[in-house]
């Protein structure tokens, strides 16, 4: 038992050379134009491009919110702030890789973001679907919301398996064409407002 939670803790320490078994998607939109030969944390921009107007030419940077990179489960009555917590750890989720793709059609922006990441399970070798919670947001500089939405993207494990894969397209960003360049898009795990706690 003790040689297996040690393989486990090395697998979680280096979790960025685990390669996936499987993976997870949506419908038919696939990350592949969006995410393929991207290596963590680069872009690509796709633009219509019209020389009367440059902002045609923005596409707004996609941003890992500092924090929000990973998503753990564990066992029932565990918390992640409990002494030995990680002993309980049922999976980690990572975001691995973000990307997106601008479209202007008259007066209005839309933004397709591509998420890669890998969920992995921990020493309680627990396999089956988690359901990830990916939030996806469009933020201007001056604090203003203008896209936010959560959404619970599965990833299965395969029974004997310890690692999967999966990526996810976020394409119904529609939001007014922007004056400024002063927009960013965030993304990352969002668990939510603590048990009991008030909501807005």
Same mark, same amino acid.
């Given at each position: 038992?003790?040689?297996?939670?040690?393989?486990?803790?090395?697998? !979680?320490? %280096? *979790?960025?050379?685990? =390669?996936?078994?499987?993976?997870?998607?949506?419908?038919?939109?696939? #990350?592949? $134009?969006?995410?393929?030969?991207?290596?963590?944390?680069?872009?690509?921009?796709v633009a219509e491009r019209d020389p009367t107007k440059n902002l045609r030419a923005f596409c707004p940077r996609t941003i890992?919110?500092?924090?929000?990179?990973?998503?753990?489960?564990?066992?029932?009555?565990?918390?992640?702030?409990?002494?030995?917590? !990680?002993? %309980? *750890?049922?999976?980690? =989720?990572?975001?691995?890789?973000?990307?997106?793709?601008?479209?202007? #059609?008259? $007066?209005?922006?839309?933004?397709?973001?591509?998420?890669?990441?890998?969920?992995?399970?921990?020493?309680?070798?627990?396999?089956?679907?988690?359901?990830?919670?990916?939030?996806?947001?469009?933020?201007?500089?001056?604090?203003?919301?203008?896209?936010?939405?959560?959404?619970?993207?599965?990833?299965s494990i395969p029974e004997g398996g310890s690692t999967a894969t999966f990526s996810f397209v976020d394409g119904n960003i529609?939001?007014?064409?922007?004056?400024?360049?002063?927009?960013?898009?965030?993304?990352?795990?969002?668990?939510?407002?603590?048990?009991?706690?008030?909501?807005?």
């Amino acid at each position: 038992m003790a040689t297996q939670r040690l393989r486990i803790a090395a697998c !979680l320490s %280096s *979790l960025v050379l685990i =390669a996936g078994c499987n993976s997870a998607g949506t419908g038919g939109t696939s #990350t592949d $134009d969006l995410v393929k030969n991207l290596e963590p944390g680069q872009q690509v921009q796709v633009a219509e491009r019209d020389p009367t107007k440059n902002l045609r030419a923005f596409c707004p940077r996609t941003i890992i919110r500092a924090g929000t990179e990973t998503y753990r489960t564990y066992e029932n009555g565990v918390s992640k702030d409990d002494p030995g917590a !990680l002993n %309980s *750890l049922k999976y980690q =989720a990572t975001v691995r890789e973000v990307a997106r793709e601008c479209n202007y #059609t008259g $007066d209005q922006l839309n933004i397709r973001v591509g998420i890669r990441g890998r969920v992995i399970n921990g020493p309680t070798g627990a396999t089956g679907t988690i359901d990830t919670p990916i939030r996806v947001a469009v933020v201007s500089t001056a604090k203003d919301v203008l896209y936010s939405q959560l959404h619970q993207v599965p990833v299965s494990i395969p029974e004997g398996g310890s690692t999967a894969t999966f990526s996810f397209v976020d394409g119904n960003i529609f939001i007014p064409a922007p004056e400024k360049e002063n927009l960013v898009i965030y993304v990352g795990f969002d668990e939510g407002p603590p048990e009991g706690a008030a909501t807005q």
